[in-house]
């Protein structure tokens, strides 16, 4: 869409694109819901004629000139998730360039992609305004297909909305990591999680020593929403444990304990994302940290 939309001359141009893509115009660009269709379509105008527009254009369109890869990786994922899921119905794909406006959106029929989001860290491209740079790095050309399928298992994975204690936001992120896995299995850890490979080194290293920390400082059933956030919400690394430990270490745990459990038990991946008992998840797995 992103390339179709750059190259319109004229506002009747973006009136004919928006008519050949309703279901990209509706769900993603709320058309219905606008008074008048000029309203749309001058905004579009307006965005494809500004300059600054046209160089971020300009920048993914160079960074993005091979993207086969991506296209045929996602696709595979997506035939997975119709395996696991035989009634998913596969959504069609849009790529878009907005200005940082939404790096990326899901319906159960559409995905649209914000491809400037995910150009890497280079110091030369724009950057999305009021992004942490240790979040912005993480939007690099191979996150961005597990990034889409994690957001994918938001559809299938349960939880239990009256459960706010730690371990239960622990193990709903373990099982979206663990979802994204079994659709990418070849993909390693890192960019599923969004670690870089000394972070990934670093929990792997110490393991015993966060667990250890969870069990001591009694965190696993707190539900005090501040307490929770520090081991699962966005931070450049968890001070509590170590200013070398990354940020969301309680999802990276979560996602261990995921995995030992479906070790330990004949549990399916779609019984697995309708549970939503992390304290049973928990004491099924009989996890304890890899040496």
């Not at 400037?116 to 240790?134: C, I, Q, S, V």
């Not at 979040?135 to 994690?150: A, D, G, I, S």
């Not at 965190?219 to 444990?241: A, D, K, S």
Request: hydrophobic share 35%; aromatic share 12%; net charge negative.
């Amino acid at each position: 869409m992103d390339q179709m939309l750059f190259e319109t001359q004229s506002k009747d141009d973006i009136t004919a694109l928006l008519n050949a893509h309703p279901l990209f115009t509706e769900k993603f660009l709320n058309r219905s819901q606008l008074p008048h269709d000029s309203i749309l379509v001058n905004q579009l105008y307006a965005l494809v004629h500004d300059s600054h527009m046209d160089t971020l254009f300009q920048q993914t369109s160079r960074y993005y000139e091979e993207i086969d890869d991506v296209r045929n990786d996602l696709e595979d994922a997506l035939q997975h998730v119709k395996y696991y899921y035989p009634d998913f119905v596969i959504p069609k794909v849009y790529t878009i360039v907005s200005g940082f406006g939404t790096d990326l959106f899901a319906t159960d029929s559409l995905i649209v992609v914000g491809l400037e989001y995910f150009m890497g860290d280079d110091p030369d491209l724009y950057k999305p305004a009021g992004l942490p740079e240790y979040m912005q790095r993480r939007y690099q050309k191979n996150t961005l297909v597990p990034m889409v399928l994690t957001l994918i298992s938001e559809k299938y994975n349960q939880a239990d909305r009256l459960d706010n204690s730690l371990i239960s936001e622990m193990t709903y992120y373990g099982k979206a990591y663990y979802f994204t896995k079994q659709m990418l299995p070849c993909t390693p850890d890192s960019l599923i999680i969004g670690y870089t490979s000394e972070e990934m080194r670093t929990v792997e290293s110490y393991q015993k020593s966060i667990w250890a920390h969870f069990v001591d400082k009694q965190l696993l059933y707190e539900t005090n929403h501040f307490e929770v956030t520090r081991y699962v919400g966005e931070r450049p690394f968890v001070g509590e444990i170590s200013r070398s430990c990354p940020g969301r270490v309680g999802r990276w745990v979560g996602w261990e304990i995921v995995r030992k459990y479906m070790e330990e038990t004949d549990t399916t991946l779609p019984e697995l994302m309708a549970m939503t008992d992390g304290k049973k998840l928990l004491e099924q797995s009989r996890y304890r940290p890899r040496e």
